[in-house]
């Protein structure tokens, strides 16, 4: 890992050069693991880069602990998004030349308020997986937002009560348009198409409750736990959604990841919904 600082230091000493000492402490105070290298694509004030600064290293450090060292630095792209009544109006992950997020901001919220949105804890966790495809945006999708209240736990903003509860509520909205003779991977699909993303989301979500839960009943450990190692062992060399699916298996050295995944594609998605 000290080599990667070494090469973040390098990084962030390119785009601010030496004399913006703000950038230097805030690289060499970092604990080794995930490295962050700030791009301000748009006029921050001094207050405002701090705030966003500690929002994020925040959330990448219970990233951190919740899923494991990422084999790589993070490019997170900040821009400003003008007046908006959420903290983060929109965001969306970087998949080439380097690993990252952009973040389109309301920089005026609190810090309070950017801690407590689900936003970026829900993107980076999206990276601890390789880009899977458009066509399995169904399990990019529920992997990052069952994470995202995982994360949120760690950070301290939501109780294992609350998250629970979270995940309850989430699934009884998405529920009724997954009760149907069709499998849950294609009824997903479908409802990508029809911009039903919440129910997209949060369906696809239940193959990861479903999961942590087989996790726990037959191995003993947690989902998170998996992935966690899964960034030392594969994270880099995996390219496809089934060589993820065969790494977590060979972790577990067990199938339960692939018998899922089968029924997940097969079985009428109302004879296997979460309950
Ligand atoms: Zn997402």
């Known amino acids: 890992m000290f080599s990667i600082s070494m090469i973040s230091l390098a990084i962030v000493n390119t785009i601010f050069p030496p004399g913006n000492t703000e950038y230097h402490e805030f690289v060499e105070a970092e604990k080794p693991g995930i490295s962050l290298v700030w791009y301000w694509e748009d006029n921050f004030d001094r207050e405002e880069k701090m705030k966003v600064e500690s929002w994020l290293k925040s959330v990448t450090s219970a990233v951190e602990s919740t899923l494991g060292t990422y084999p790589f630095d993070l490019h997170f792209h900040i821009y400003d998004r003008g007046d908006s009544r959420e903290p983060v109006p929109w965001a969306n992950t970087i998949r080439h030349a380097g690993q990252g997020v952009n973040f389109h901001i309301d920089p005026t919220h609190s810090l309070e308020s950017f801690l407590e949105d689900w936003t970026a804890p829900h993107e980076i966790s999206h990276l601890s997986l390789p880009f899977l495809g458009t066509e399995n945006a169904w399990f990019a999708e529920?992997?990052?937002?069952?994470?995202?209240?995982?994360?949120?736990?760690?950070?301290?903003?939501?109780?294992?009560?609350?998250?629970?509860?979270?995940?309850?509520?989430?699934?009884?909205?998405?529920?009724?348009?997954?009760?149907?003779?069709?499998?849950?991977?294609?009824?997903?699909?479908?409802?990508?198409?029809g911009h039903r993303y919440s129910q997209m989301y949060w369906g696809s979500a239940s193959f990861f409750i479903q999961l942590d839960q087989k996790l726990q009943d037959g191995y003993g450990i947690r989902l998170t736990e998996l992935i966690s190692d899964y960034q030392d062992c594969c994270r880099l060399k995996d390219q496809s959604i089934e060589d993820v699916i065969a790494s977590w298996d060979n972790l577990l050295g067990g199938d339960a990841c692939n018998e899922l995944m089968e029924?997940?594609?097969?079985?009428?998605?109302?004879?296997i919904w979460f309950q």
């Open 142 to 193: 529920g992997y990052a937002s069952f994470l995202q209240y995982q994360v949120m736990q760690n950070m301290g903003i939501y109780s294992a009560e609350e998250v629970k509860t979270r995940y309850r509520d989430k699934l009884a909205m998405a529920r009724p348009y997954f009760d149907g003779d069709q499998d849950m991977v294609s009824i997903a699909r479908s409802l990508r198409k």
């Open 263 to 271: 029924i997940f594609q097969t079985a009428p998605a109302s004879t």
